[in-house]
């Protein structure tokens, strides 16, 4: 199929926005529905929801090297915790395909 860009009006401010065809292409790919929104509503609609907000870091100490670091999650004692850059040589390799 050939997609043109359409202009769209959001349902929360009433502005015309462009629906590039490039963007209908992934919507399709991924079988969403055309957008409602323009891109500044959307946008604040994931703010006010809690998308655009900052996660809670907290303090540990690096398991490996001692640095202090902060992380995403609460460590726990039964775990150990490791600092990025100590973290991207424990990590295991990623499995392929079976």
Do not use: I, W
């Not at 926005?17 to 323009?38: I, L």
């Not at 004692?77 to 850059?85: H, K, M």
């Amino acid at each position: 199929m050939v997609y043109q860009d359409k202009t769209l009006v959001c349902v929360e401010c009433g502005e015309t926005f462009v629906f590039s065809a490039d963007d209908q292409q992934f919507h399709a790919s991924r079988g969403y529905q055309d957008p409602k929104r323009c891109p500044s509503c959307r946008q604040a609609r994931r703010q006010a929801m809690g998308g655009g907000a900052a996660r809670p870091m907290y303090d540990a100490v690096c398991a490996r090297c001692g640095a202090k670091t902060q992380v995403p999650f609460l460590p726990r004692q039964d775990r150990p915790v490791y600092c990025s850059d100590c973290f991207n040589k424990v990590r295991p390799a990623p499995r392929r395909g079976f």
